[in-house]
């Protein structure tokens, strides 16, 4: 008991240091900027006028011609261009303040901004005459919980990056990893073609900008920006009721949707689990799975030795350990055209020889390097070889042949490694070993070597 006591004592007594560091290195208003200038800031993104809408226009062409050719890089630099996040961390900003004015600026900017990203990317994916749908489309159609984790965390970052003195290179970065070009363009794309694509990315553009406010609106709270102040006390009680209207009717889809996409999260992760472990059979593969949990399905196509139906039943029946109880197991395997996928196989086969292709071409290419390195020092010797000639028949006529190589000395005592460069001459006088150490000297320097050695005959 004396023992618990003492130990409290020296942590009570620690406690003071604790706070200390912990206020030392997490303290957001050490390098906090003049707040009016981090608003002012934010206000001056929140408009899509002029410049601003044609660079987004411009920024959706590019974007969806990234996604057109499966340019991961085109699409990289298109967020860059994006002025997109200005409105949509006024709306957060706008909400930590009870700044009901720029509350509507921001959301009329939202909504002009994204109705012209869906017009532009319509009508660029209505005249292309590439129509293939590729990975770049195809990854921009369901969000996950990750995604709404990257909306947050970015948004974050953008506001507390923002309020800083050095605003530095954070708000391209938050353009970036919340990705809120690319869904809007493959909504244009989903409308220019007439499929379901377009409530998918929609649906994820929308999570994305609802999280990123939020994120703006815990940072303007937690660095305790100041609230705008009324005369009017009335007037106030008014904004503040439009304010949390507009609020909750923003965040109660988009915390049913955000507990959908949790939901489906663990559902797949748990339905992968299941497949690895429980289909796990000998000689066999699982080469295709197809989860749906909407329709609360596990599709897998199998291929190698047909697995016996008790042994799939007995699989099904551990589905429950998964949390996966009334889910539909269906096992296809043989190869027919039935069971089999050719196109989810040729995939699988494709991707397995591109990654051993790229790998063996790794390796090539490195081997490659080192043969042209040594090519080229070689190559560098042969050069200097014919470069000297003129100059040591005027410094030493006698000179008749000279033999040039880069070599490795060997330590027989200690197996220690060391570069040597060994030159080989012959002179129709013997030269002196003065001279020889002069001859010795000019060449280290004229060829470049660290160590040389003169070899006469």
């Known amino acids: ?38 608003v002012e800031s934010i206000r001056n993104g929140v408009e899509f006028k002029g410049t601003n809408l044609w660079i987004l226009i411009f920024a959706i062409f590019i974007a969806s011609l990234g996604l057109n050719v499966n340019s991961t890089a085109v699409i990289i630099g298109a967020m ?14 706008a909400i930590g303040q009870n700044d009901f004015e720029l509350l509507k600026r921001s959301l009329k900017s939202y909504l002009i901004a994204t109705v012209f990203s869906v017009i532009t990317a319509t009508l660029y994916f209505s005249l292309t005459p590439l129509d293939e749908v590729q990975s770049e489309l195809l990854a921009r ?15 974050l970052a953008g506001i507390i990056a923002l309020s800083t003195k050095e605003k530095g290179n954070v708000i391209p970065g938050v353009a970036i990893a919340t990705a809120l070009m690319p869904p809007l363009c493959t909504a244009g ?32 709270r937690v660095m305790h920006f100041q609230r705008k102040e ?10 503040k009721k439009y304010i949390v209207i507009i609020t909750l009717a923003t965040m109660c889809p988009a915390i049913y949707l955000t507990y959908g996409i949790v939901k489906n999260t663990i559902y797949t992760a748990s339905a992968n689990n299941f497949i690895s472990e429980e289909l796990n059979f000998p ?35 551990n589905s429950k350990h998964y949390n996966l109880a009334g889910t539909k197991l ?14 989810s196989l040729k995939a699988q086969v494709m991707e397995d020889f ?79 070993e003065k001279e020889q150490e002069k001859i010795t000297e000019w060449l280290k320097a004229r060829v470049g070597a660290k160590k040389l050695k003169l070899v006469v005959e």
């Open 1 to 38: 008991m004396a023992d618990i006591k003492g130990k409290l004592k020296n942590d009570l007594k620690n406690m003071p240091y604790i706070r200390q560091f912990l206020h030392e290195y997490f303290d957001l208003g050490k390098d906090k900027d003049n707040e009016a200038v981090t």
């Open 80 to 93: 860059l261009i994006s002025p997109l996040m200005g409105p949509i961390m006024g709306v957060g900003l």
């Open 141 to 155: 159609t369901s969000p996950t919980i990750y995604d709404v984790l990257i909306a947050l965390c970015g948004g």
């Open 189 to 220: 794309f989903g409308l220019a073609t007439g499929n379901l694509y377009f409530l998918g990315a929609f649906y994820l553009y929308f999570i994305n900008s609802v999280f990123i406010s939020l994120a703006t609106f815990i940072g303007v």
């Open 230 to 239: 009324f005369v009017d006390k009335e007037r106030e009680k008014l904004v």
């Open 283 to 317: 000689d066999t593969q699982v080469i295709d799975r197809k989860i749906s949990y909407e329709n609360k399905e596990i599709r897998v196509v199998l291929i190698g030795n047909e697995v016996p139906a008790t042994e799939i039943a007995a699989a099904k029946d």
């Open 330 to 343: 269906i096992v296809m395997q043989g190869m027919n055209n039935e069971a089999m996928d050719i196109g």
């Open 354 to 432: 591109y990654k051993n292709s790229e790998k063996r071409l790794l390796e090539q290419q490195n081997k490659i390097h080192e043969l042209e390195e040594e090519l080229k020092v070689y190559a560098a010797y042969n050069a200097v070889d014919k470069k000297i000639i003129p100059e040591l028949k005027v410094l030493y006529p006698s000179a008749e042949t000279i033999a040039m190589a880069k070599t490795v000395e060997l330590s027989v005592d200690s197996t220690r490694m060391d570069t040597l460069t060994l030159v080989l001459m012959k002179f129709a006088k013997h030269p002196s």
